[in-house]
């Protein structure tokens, strides 16, 4: 279809310079280092290390930390490695958060527990709940350990709420 007018040539040569202009963007942000990822990355993890997942969720820590360096390998190997380092520390940042909320809810779990001790109302339930959430965690199933913790937490704050 020929240009009617000069008005149009000049649309056409807009749309093609934008057109440019995103590719070379985007081709430039792919081949950036990953910086803004691996800092993302590095923060989840000191925010799980600080919420004790070392102490309450080290499974899923390491599964954080051994993507972490994975990242960090594929970023020191060059820029042909720079998408592989992007998704690993996006994927570490991931299973960081995982960790943290994972041992934010084991702590809160053993809070609960330690509290219905000391009303002398703990339950072999609740104590069963905790003990799957550790089981589960240390055989890599975050969800599950989730489940279990929030309910182990629940079972012995309903005791403690249920005192005469």
Do not use: W
């Amino acid at each position: 279809m020929p240009f009617t007018s000069n008005l149009d040539m000049y649309k056409a040569y807009q749309i093609i310079n934008k057109f440019t202009l995103l590719t070379i963007l985007f081709l430039m942000s792919c081949a950036s280092a990953p910086t803004q990822e691996m800092s993302n990355a590095r923060q989840a993890l000191q925010a799980a290390r600080d919420a004790g997942a070392v102490k309450n969720a080290p499974s899923q820590l390491k599964k954080a930390e051994a993507l972490m360096l994975s990242a960090e390998q594929a970023l020191n190997a060059g820029e042909d490695t720079f998408s592989t380092a992007r998704g690993n520390a996006r994927l570490a940042k991931g299973e960081a958060i995982k960790a943290r909320k994972l041992a934010l809810a084991i702590a809160a779990a053993k809070t609960a527990i330690a509290e219905a001790v000391a009303e002398g109302v703990l339950s072999d339930e609740a104590e069963n709940a905790l003990r799957n959430a550790v089981t589960e965690e240390k055989q890599g199933n975050d969800t599950k350990a989730l489940e279990h913790a929030e309910n182990a937490k629940k079972l012995a704050e309903n005791a403690i709420a249920n005192l005469p």
